[in-house]
């Protein structure tokens, strides 16, 4: 069970302040298309959450369990994503421009359609990711063969 609802999610962002939820366990929760700017999710749990469409340019998701969530659509353009789980999370059409995916785990992750230009991440992280050829990667990056 979750620390919080969705509920509790959209009456704190209406606070108009970026969310400082670091630690906390939202998984399997529903967080589609909230407006998650500049949040503090660092060491948060989200495995099999649905962030469906969320924007979330510029948050810190620094050690953050995303594995098995869907992140389909979602803006993580800057985020900070060191350190973070995406095994066989679903990145479908994700924006993650200039993100920073340093040492991120990326197993059965699947990124079709992902922009990952200007991210930083290695080569080494992709061997077992699922892409397509709209996938764009960063300068440098080499996708799995």
């Known amino acids: 069970m979750s620390d919080l609802t ?12 970026p969310l400082l939820l670091e630690g906390v366990n939202l998984n399997f929760t529903d ?19 649905n962030l469906t469409g ?18 389909n659509g979602c803006w993580l353009p800057q985020a900070m994503l060191m ?3 995406l095994t066989q999370a679903n990145l479908t059409n994700a924006l993650l421009m200039g993100a920073n995916l340093e040492d ?6 699947i990124l079709n359609g992902a922009d990952l230009s200007g991210a930083s991440l290695s080569s080494e992280q992709l061997k077992q990711v ?4 709209k996938t764009k990667w960063p300068d440098g990056v080499r996708p799995p063969a």
């Open 6 to 17: 969705r509920r509790d999610l959209i009456r704190l962002i209406a606070l108009g302040r």
């Open 31 to 49: 967080l589609s298309h909230l407006n998650l700017l500049e949040a503090r999710l660092n060491g948060a749990s989200l495995r099999g959450a």
């Open 83 to 85: 350190t973070a789980d």
């Open 130 to 133: 699922l892409w397509d050829k």
């Open 104 to 109: 991120a785990r990326l197993e059965g992750a």
């Open 54 to 71: 969320v924007f979330a340019s510029a948050a810190s998701l620094l050690g953050t369990d995303l594995s098995h969530a869907l992140l």
